[in-house]
């Protein structure tokens, strides 16, 4: 397990411009770890719940809709689990069991709007589909689509390969190519594959957005979106 630098002090909240704001670091039971937690907005107002995407910058994504959104509601954003300042490791990120992780620090308020955006959108769904009663209004924002594991494997190792090297290094379309080879040759069956430790660390090098953005190319929501 990886912990943030901060994991035994509260993150800051100074990114968000809004009167009240506040950070916590709670226990977290379904990874083992600890989730960052941001408050704003009054507390007795009615409550929205926001679910950023992958990405470094995890719940500051939300950070110039935080303010607009405290003036009128009390307004919980997070660190997934893996994201942020966040507890970190080598874990199968799924959008259900984020959402487990998600109700397990969310002990209130008991009914609340819940927002996600692009990944957290399917956290969002998953949520919702688990436990509709806390939910009162389910908003999904660039809900990230299905896509196809080689395509998306490919794009990121050849985003790290232009940050390792550079595009105009001549050694970037060779290795390029090879990288779209092996793409191309990922298992069938990536759910199999990405939950075993063993090959999340040898093939995603252990990091938590890839395993989360990989689980959800293959992800099936129906049984959640028929249940809202």
């Known amino acids: 397990m990886i912990f943030s630098a901060l994991a035994h002090a509260n993150p800051p909240a100074d990114w968000i411009k809004a009167p009240g704001a506040r950070a916590e670091l709670v226990d977290e039971p379904v990874f083992g770890g600890r989730v960052a937690l941001y408050r704003a907005g009054p ?14 910058p995890a719940a500051r994504d939300w950070g110039l809709v935080i303010p607009a959104l405290a003036r009128r509601y009390q307004v919980i954003a997070l660190d997934l689990p893996g994201f942020g300042n966040s507890s970190k490791g080598n874990h199968y990120y799924t959008p259900d069991s984020l959402a487990h992780a998600l109700d397990a620090v969310l002990k209130e308020p008991a009914r609340f709007t819940l927002v996600g955006h692009s990944m957290g959108a399917g956290v969002a769904i998953a949520y919702a589909a688990a436990h509709p009663g806390r939910v009162s209004h389910l908003v999904l924002v660039d809900a990230a689509g299905v896509l196809h594991r080689s395509v998306y494997i490919e794009y990121l190792a050849i985003k790290g390969l232009e940050q390792a090297l550079g595009k105009d290094s001549w050694m970037f379309p060779a290795l390029s190519r090879a990288i779209h080879r092996r793409a191309e040759s990922w298992p069938d069956d990536d759910a199999l594959a990405i939950e075993r430790a063993g090959v999340r660390r040898r093939l995603l090098g252990g990091e938590p957005a890839a395993i989360a953005a990989v689980s959800m190319t293959g992800w099936d929501f129906s049984q959640e979106l028929r249940a809202i």
């Open 43 to 56: 507390a007795d107002a009615e409550a929205i719940v926001l679910v950023h995407g992958l990405g470094t």
